[in-house]
């Protein structure tokens, strides 16, 4: 019914940047908040930032000041800026979208930053 496709991860180094993408196709008429994720090896899958319908954010702590969520309502997608990345940030980072009250995963994407 609704497939999301993640792009954009790979390898950076420490204090570079990556931009995460996210676009959802298929059955769609609206889509209310939207969220990226990640998980770390050995570690439970945790909330980087979310986006609600009507622009608000939220980041976790370890993140604010670095990343930036926005999204394109008309391409129906979500998108992650990272900056001054750290090693702690490697993870396979998802996304997450309510289409319109269900929410969806997208397949994940890995991010590696090196020292």
């Known amino acids: 019914q609704v497939q999301l496709v993640e792009s954009g991860g790979g390898l950076a180094q420490a204090g570079g940047s990556l931009r995460l993408s996210c676009a959802a196709s298929?059955?769609?008429?609206?889509?209310?908040?939207m969220g990226w994720y990640r998980q770390a090896p050995g570690k439970s899958r945790e909330l980087v930032a979310v986006?609600?319908?009507?622009?608000?954010?939220e980041y976790a702590d370890s993140v604010k000041g670095r990343f930036t969520i926005s999204r394109d309502n008309g391409k129906n997608t979500v998108f992650l800026q990272m900056n001054s990345l750290k090693p702690e940030d490697t993870a396979v980072y998802y996304c997450?979208?309510?289409?319109?009250?269900?929410?969806?995963w997208g397949q994940g994407t890995q991010v590696t930053v090196s020292s």
């Open positions: 298929g059955s769609i008429f609206s889509i209310g908040a």
């Open positions: 997450n979208m309510k289409v319109p009250i269900r929410s969806y």
């Open positions: 986006i609600s319908s009507g622009g608000s954010t």
